[in-house]
């Protein structure tokens, strides 16, 4: 049913690539000319994602993850957080622009399919605090997750953590000022023996909000915690 509706959709109001306004392709709003010039991120550690200025070797982590490597065990991002990228990022964010959301979605579970064949039990999106989603009315970070899942038939679980603690928004501060900000912000709301999850998020600046995620999934039983996130800053 829901194959047949987004056909009729489709047909109803077709896709329209929203950097050009050309038509879109392959069922996206998003053409195939503006798709080769996104900035994928090709070269990039491993474990936490970070995009290398340099070629290195597949596999390669960066110093950072050598010297302190992050809880989580790998971070599959799609983009570098640059030229179109932060503009359809705000839009979702910030824009209430959910077909933005949507593409994003879309972009992410098709590098998944690409990048790996070891997928998780579930999805969990990097939750809001209830007034700051109330404000914003949705979490993108959750949209982009239902997309993302429903294309590789994932189950998505937004209810197994919370965000009880209200944080300065992490764009605003530091890097030793986010690890400070988030610390405590999330709370697991049940048990999670075993279960491997992936992490959903829009964009990574200093691993700090993610990080601190993993923990408390970790700390709740989780098995194996990786990160999806859509783009990672340079």
């Given at each position: 049913?829901?194959?047949?509706?987004d056909s009729l959709l489709d047909r109803i109001f077709p896709p329209t690539c929203l950097l050009c306004g050309a038509a879109g392709a392959a069922g996206r709003d998003l053409c195939d000319g503006c798709a080769l010039e996104l900035p994928y991120?090709?070269?990039?550690c491993w474990r936490c994602g970070r995009p290398f200025l340099v070629p290195l070797p597949d596999g390669a982590i960066c110093g950072d993850c050598?010297?302190?490597p992050p809880p989580f065990a790998a971070c599959f991002s799609v983009f570098r957080y640059t030229d179109a990228i932060p503009f359809l990022i705000t839009g979702a964010k910030f824009r209430g622009q959910l077909n933005a959301a949507r593409l994003l979605g879309q972009c992410l579970a098709e590098h998944i399919s690409a990048t790996t064949d070891r997928l998780p039990?579930?999805?969990?999106p990097v939750p809001l605090h209830r007034q700051r989603q109330r404000t914003r009315g949705y979490n993108q970070a959750l949209e982009i997750a239902r997309v993302a899942g429903r294309a590789l038939a994932l189950p998505l679980e937004s209810r197994w953590v919370t965000r009880p603690l209200a944080t300065a928004p992490q764009s605003s501060l530091t890097a030793r000022a986010r690890?400070?900000?988030i610390q405590g912000a999330f709370a697991a709301q049940t048990?999670?023996?075993g279960q491997s999850i992936a992490i959903v998020d829009d964009v990574m600046t200093t691993n700090s909000t993610v990080s601190e995620l993993t923990r408390v999934l970790l700390d709740a039983g989780a098995g194996q915690v990786v990160i999806w996130a859509v783009a990672r800053t340079l």
């Open positions: 049913m829901r194959s047949l509706l991120n090709l070269r990039a050598e010297r302190s039990d579930a999805l969990v690890r400070r900000n048990e999670l023996t």
